[in-house]
C-alpha cells in the first residue's frame, strides 16, 4: 500500500477543498467577482461573437466578473478580456483570501498565489497586506508581470509616481503589448505636465487596442491641455463612438466646446454627461461642471440659476466638499440669493484645498460686492 509522507499528507488536505466539484445546490456564480486559480487560464472565444476591444486567449488578468455559470463553465470578463473557461479555474472574490492563504500554505514559493491573494487585498483597501504580497510574489519570480503592475498601481494611487514608473517600465520591458501599462504610465506623465511622453503612451496603447474608449480619452486630454481644441474634440467624439454610456468623455468634449465657445454644444454634452452618470462614482464632478457652466456662462441666454442650483443640489447629493460648496455659491449668486451666495462659498473657502484658496476667496469677494460669477472670473 502507498502512503503519503506527513509533509506531503498535510499540503494534500490543505488543497483538498480548493478542488472539490461544485454541488449541484451551489448558488449561481453569475455576476460575481472572480480570481483565477492559476496562470495560464484560456479563455475561449464565445462562438459567433464579437467581443472587441476585449480578446479571448490566455488570461492576461486574474480578476474578472463572471457573466455566465452554466455547465461546469463561466463566462467571464475584464475591461481587456472575455471568454469561457472552467469552473475550477477560479474561485469567488469573497473566499479568494482563504483560498490563497491555504495554497501559500502548502507551497510558500507560488508566485501567483501571492499576486492574486494581493490582488483581492487590493481591492479590499488593505494596501499594506497587498503590497507585501506583490513584493514576495516578485522575489518569487522577478518576471511576475501583474505583481509589478499592482504594485504600481498601489504606488500610483498615493501619487507616489517614482517607484509606479520604475515598475510600469518593468511591465512593459516584460510585457511591450500590455496596453493599460501605458495608459497608467501615461496618466503619471500627464500629471507631471510631460506631455510628450505621455502622448507616446497612448499613441501606443491605441495602436495596440484602437476599439478602448479611455486611450481616446487620454489623448484628448492631452490635445485639451495644449488648446488644440479641433484634436480633443476629434478624440472625445471617438471615445464616445466606442462607448457612448461613457460619461467622462461626454463631459470633457464639453468642456472643449466651452472653450471654443461654442455654448449650446457645451451645455448639450454637460447635461449628457450628467445624466449618464446619475449614479456613478463621478456624478459630483458632472453635475458640479453644469452647475457652474448653468450659473457662470459668458452668454447669458445659456444662464439659468435654478437649473443650475438643481444641478449644484444633486451633486451636493453625491459629495459634499468644497467645490460642490462653490457651486452651490455661483448659482444662488445668479438667483441674486447672495446672502445664501456668501455662506455656501465661506463654507468651500475654509475646506478648500491650498491651491484652490485664493481662487475661492476671489470668488467670496465677488459675491460680497454683489455680483455674479462667470466662468472667466
Known sequence: MYYLRPSALIAYLLLMPLS????????????????????????????????APKTSGVAKDLMFQAQKDEDGRLRISSRRQEGWIAKSDAVVFDQAVEYFTKKLAADPK?????????????????????????????????????????????????????PALEDYNTVIRNDPDFDWAYHVRGWIYYRKKDYDKALADYETAIRLVPTETVFYRDRGNIALARKQYDNALADYTKSIEQDPKYAVPWHQRGATWAAKKEYAKAIADYEQ???????????????TSLALFRAGCPDAKFRDGAKALAAAQKAYEFTKGPAESAALAAAHAELVQFEQAIEWQAKALESAPAAMKDQYRARLKLYQDGKAYRLEN
Open 110 to 162: 507560488d508566485s501567483h498565489a501571492y499576486t492574486a491573494r494581493g490582488i483581492v487585498l487590493s481591492s479590499k483597501k488593505e494596501g499594506d497586506k497587498a503590497l507585501a504580497d506583490f513584493n514576495e510574489a516578485i522575489r518569487r519570480d522577478p518576471k511576475a508581470t501583474l505583481a509589478y503592475y499592482h504594485r504600481a498601481n498601489l504606488a500610483y494611487g498615493k501619487a507616489q509616481y517614482e
Open 273 to 287: 454627461a450628467a445624466q449618464l452618470a446619475a449614479g456613478g462614482g463621478y456624478g459630483s464632478l458632472f453635475h
Open 20 to 51: 472539490l466539484p461544485a454541488t449541484a445546490g451551489e448558488p449561481s456564480w453569475k455576476g460575481k467577482t472572480v480570481i483565477l486559480v492559476r496562470p495560464g487560464v484560456e479563455l475561449q472565444a464565445p462562438e459567433g461573437e464579437k467581443i
